[in-house]
């Protein structure tokens, strides 16, 4: 489905495991259970403010390998899902709620308006000022162009962590 490949490569621009860490820069440590919690705290917080009804597909946290780093010891975390079967005004309005509540949740708005996609989907990125996870939510406005459903698709990314000393990556 299209719809994949677009939230996979919102994903990917979204982890610090892409060479966003400098060349002295190293990896926050983080268990991987701390790392994933965070991720669904931050989905809760996410669909608390969009507050709509509708159909969710939503795989949960994964964890990822982190660029060409040791996976053992380095990895990220992923959340993508996907709100449909609203009515694209109600998502447009739950777009403009995002703008606006996520600052007082530690996020700060990085950008709002249309993507650079044939479609200009209204797209909104931030970053969590305190876990430094990075977002990007869409609305994905199918009517009369695609037999597949309006949504909103929101991506979730960690930057590259490490865990702790003395132990491994467990998926």
């Keep these: 489905m ?72 380095f990895y990220s975390v992923v959340h993508m899902w996907s709100l449909y079967d609203v009515p694209v005004g109600d998502m447009e309005k739950a777009m403009v709620r995002l703008k606006g509540e996520l600052p007082a949740r530690s996020w700060k708005i990085d950008s709002y308006g249309p993507d650079s996609s044939r479609a200009k989907s209204l797209e909104l990125t931030a970053s969590a000022t305190k876990k430094k996870y990075s977002l990007s939510i869409r609305l994905l406005d199918r009517r009369g162009r695609s037999e597949n459903p309006s949504m909103i698709s929101v991506a979730l990314g960690s930057p590259c962590l490490q865990v702790p000393e003395g132990t491994k990556v467990v998926i």
């Design 2 to 73: 299209a719809t994949t490949a677009l939230v996979i490569s919102m994903a990917a621009g979204l982890t610090g495991c892409s060479g966003m860490l400098g060349s002295d820069d190293k990896p926050e440590t983080r268990a991987v259970d701390v790392a994933r919690a965070d991720a669904a705290t931050f989905a809760d917080q996410i669909r608390e403010i969009i507050d709509l009804p509708g159909k969710l597909s939503d795989a949960g946290p994964q964890v990822t390998p982190c660029g060409d780093k040791d996976f053992e010891k």
